[in-house]
Nanobody
Framework: QVQLVESGGGLVQTGDSLRLSCAASGRNLAMYAMAWFRQAPGKERELVSSIRWSGGSTYYDNSAKGRFTISRDIRKNTVYLQMNSLKPEDTAVYYC????????????WGQGTQVTVSS
């Protein structure tokens, strides 16, 4: 069982920045990748960004490219999402997720943190 604790959400204005954090803990914690997803009201959950735990290669959705930066601290088992130049369309609940080594999908999820960007 993997526990994921997210923090860093909040209410900001257009153009502001936020940094989300997600700390993972649990026994036999062998992570292949961590990711940030988001879900806006009435919309499907979507992948925003991901990072391979070994090597650190990253992926960004087009909506995040150039504005968001994902990073990880291996010693702390923590992933971050630095979000700059926030827009109202970034408003959503942001979820952290883990793909374990040997798994073909993200199977462990955090509780979510609300990000609201006012215009």
């Amino acid at each position: 069982q993997v526990q994921l604790v997210e923090s860093g959400g909040g209410l900001v204005q257009t153009g502001d920045s936020l940094r989300l954090s997600c700390a993972a803990s649990g026994r036999n914690l062998a992570m292949y990748a961590m990711a940030w997803f988001r879900q806006a009201p009435g919309k499907e959950r979507e992948l925003v960004s991901s990072i391979r735990w070994s090597g650190g290669s990253t992926y960004y959705d087009n909506s995040a490219k150039g504005r968001f930066t994902i990073s990880r601290d291996i010693r702390k088992n923590t992933v971050y999402l630095q979000m700059n130049s926030l827009k109202p369309e970034d408003t959503a609940v942001y979820y952290c997720a883990v793909q374990r080594v040997g798994a073909d999908r993200y199977g462990d999820w955090g509780q979510g943190t609300q990000v609201t960007v006012s215009s």
